[in-house]
């Protein structure tokens, strides 16, 4: 019997939920890392039982924890994320140029092959990457030359929030920056392009077709159709079939386009999801029901998923790194609240239930198939 | 000896219970602290002082004999009742206010 580990980072530590195959009783382990931000905990693809959680906090800065056990005890490794060289500069919020500075890891991406090889997106945003379980970190600087002196931070921070990295080419990842958009490798990491090709920014851009500049808030890819990439913008969601050449709307009758995650079913490449959030100034779902939102033919044409959510009264948000899939069959879907509520569906989100109700806002969620 | 008093998440971090109790070989500075407590404990790098600028994190405090040390200079000498272990050299998480 398979077995599902659910990864929660929160704004007061990380919690880890586990269940059987049928996921319908759940063990809660935590707070781990009690009173830290866990922007992001995950496993990797090679050996499930190596996490890595980015611990953070405004008064004393960047923590890396890994664990070898599946989460049972951890160690905390190398938190110096120096940028490579002088740092350079970037557009500041008065028009200057402002030195990069480090504040904190948003997102970690262990390597598809080796368990010690994992990327790490942070704020300011940068790409860094440790070969060696996270003892040390280098940047990939090649990314910063994209343009990197055009990007300028949003009012959430500029921070490299997604890494996907391509399964049938180990040279080809793709990131994504708030306020800045995505860019592409084709070279492992040695040189850059944005590739927004397709995107509109009417209210948020001078040039709402600007070669960077666009707040895009998650990307998600099916690992079987690596050239395809499913977008939530800022507003819009948005779809591309050639790798991010060109980007094309796929919103159709959502209730709102705005909201931060998207994931793709496990086993059905043109099955997605959104949470529609009302607006960019009111981050909460739209009249007060909390909605998942599905579509089986790769956007345009939705659903809306409600057994189980709160219909009434709901103000909460839904973050970019809170919601992940499993890869039992039918495949599972979770996501975590600012109220603290981690939802899971065990049918694909026909019906949900909430695992647990009452935790800290919750800032990522990662799902692992244990065998 | 220099007792030095952190806050409790990075004791929790540093797997300390208590004050740490440092030997200090020549001037007791905040700078010749700060190295010998990351010298013990590596973990706490970049957790009070930047990794590669070596300044304060805006949002903690160095606190002694009823001073705030926060703004001295690296190498300004610490109070002699710390020199000599008779107060602590207290590691303060700012105020979030609230």
Redesign the interface.
Known sequence: MSATRVLVGTRKGAFVLTSDGKRERWEVSGPHFA??EIYHMTGSPADPNRLYASQT???????IQRSSDGGTTWE?VG??F?YDGVPGTHQWYDGTQHPWEFKRVWHLEPSLADPDTVYAGVEDAALFRTVDGGQTWQELPGLRRAKGHLWQPGAGGMGLHTIVLDPSDPERIFIAISAAGVFRTDDAGATWRPVNGGLKSNYELPDPEAEVGHCVHRIAMHPSRPNVLFMQKHWDVMRSDDAGESWREISGDLPSDFGFPIAVHAHEPETIYVVPIKSDSEHYPPDGKLRVYRSRTGGNEWEALTKGLPQRDCYVNVLRDAMAVDSLDPCGVYFGTTGGQVYASADAGDRWTPIVRDLPAVLSVEVQTLP | MIRVVLPAHLRSLARVDGQVRLEIEGPVTLQSVLDALEARYPVLRGTIRDHVSHERRAFLRFFACKQDLSHEPPDALLPDAVAAGEEPFRIVGALAGG
């Open positions: 009173g830290w906090s405004g008064w004393f800065g960047q923590v905390p938190n110096k120096a």
